[in-house]
């Protein structure tokens, strides 16, 4: 960082704290110009005035500035007065203490130069020294963040160890109560465990008693079941013998029918085609005869036309008493006849149908 910023910053913070302390503008104005050109060294101007306080119009820094050089010109000359020097002399005298005040201020601004460069180094190494101060108090207040952190993780941990242990003592107690209550009930089922192994073995017996008697039992029922069975055995023997003699005549008796049936059904098909034949000829017989039968009712009609004048005719010739009675109607062609043969067929036949 440069030396202009800071005197900038210092420089405001002056004019700040003076604008607090001198209400009125002109005083502040020249306050001011005390400032600038005793502790910051630098000449001020009506300008530079206006633009550090900012208050009332250009012409009032104006009239102070003129004022302050107008007094500091005043203050700076030398008189020295004597009653028994001339005036020369004294002017003399005083322009010299003059010049020597003015090297007095030069050297006295020189050597005040040189205190502020050094104070301004020692500035500069202190707010260097206290950067470093700075970053190394960021870095332990950083690694002290990390330690508290840490410290209340530990404690939470801790807090939780401590919840845990309680809990593990409270089920601790708690398993030290079931593991009595356990231990009672494991000694109460021993002997329980006692009296049901005395009871067992008693049935044991019992049962061993039991089982003696039903093995007598069963070897007397195996004895039997045995002589049973041997019944049974030549029983089956005979009927096998007899059931072996059924079938090979059942086979006998199905080759017998099969034989027959084969026949039958070769006597029906020969029944089917006669039938056949027979029903195409009955079926031409009734086509002729119903011909025949159109061809009478036709000539009948031409007849009873022909002869109905004749008729009129001798009718009224003849006395009403004499008619002879009416001709009677013609009549109307029947069903045709079956053909000789279309006969119905014969019991025989009606039954190999039904067995075809």
């Not at 302050?68 to 203490?97: C, M, N, Q, T, Y």
């Not at 089982?211 to 029922?221: F, S, V």
């Amino acid at each position: 960082m440069s030396d202009v910023p800071r005197d900038e910053t210092r420089l405001a913070t002056e004019i700040d704290r003076l604008k607090a302390e001198f209400p009125k503008t002109r005083e502040l104005y020249r306050e001011v110009c005390a400032l600038l050109f005793f502790r910051f060294g630098l000449t001020p101007t009506a300008n530079r005035l206006y633009q550090l306080v900012k208050r009332g119009s250009m012409s009032t820094p104006t009239a102070v500035l003129g004022e302050f050089w107008a007094e500091l010109r005043e203050k700076s000359r030398v008189r020295i007065e004597h009653p028994d020097l001339p005036a020369d002399l004294g002017a003399a005298a005083g322009e010299l203490v003059a010049t020597l005040w003015a090297r007095a201020t030069a050297s006295a601004q020189a050597e005040l130069d040189a205190l502020r460069a050094e104070v301004e180094g020692q500035r500069t190494e202190a707010q260097q020294a206290v950067a470093a101060v700075r970053g190394e108090l960021e870095r332990t207040e950083t690694a002290l963040e990390q330690r508290t952190a840490a410290l209340l993780a530990a404690q939470v941990e801790v807090r939780e160890l401590e919840k845990a242990q309680a809990e593990g003592c409270a089920a601790r107690q708690a398993l030290d109560g079931e593991i009595t209550r356990l231990k009672g009930e494991t000694a109460a089922r021993d002997r329980e465990l006692v009296q049901v192994h005395e009871g067992f073995s008693r049935d044991m017996e019992k049962l061993r008693a039991t089982a003696e008697r039903a093995d007598e039992r069963l070897r007397a029922a195996e004895k039997r079941a045995l002589l049973e069975i041997d019944r049974e055995r030549s029983t089956a023997t005979k009927l096998q013998k007899e059931l072996d003699e059924a079938t090979k005549r059942a086979d006998r008796r199905e080759a017998d029918h099969r034989r027959a049936l084969e026949a039958l059904q070769a006597q029906l098909g020969d029944a089917r085609h006669q039938t056949g034949v027979l029903q195409g000829r009955l079926d031409a017989a009734q086509a002729a005869n119903a011909t025949l039968q159109q061809q009478l009712a036709a000539r009948r009609e031409a007849d009873t036309y022909e002869a109905r004048p004749v008729r009129a005719k001798a009718a009224s010739a003849r006395p009403a008493a004499n008619r002879p009675a009416a001709p009677r109607p013609a009549r109307t062609p029947g069903p045709p006849r079956k053909a000789p043969g279309a006969s119905v067929p014969s019991g025989k036949t009606a039954a190999r149908r039904k067995r075809g």
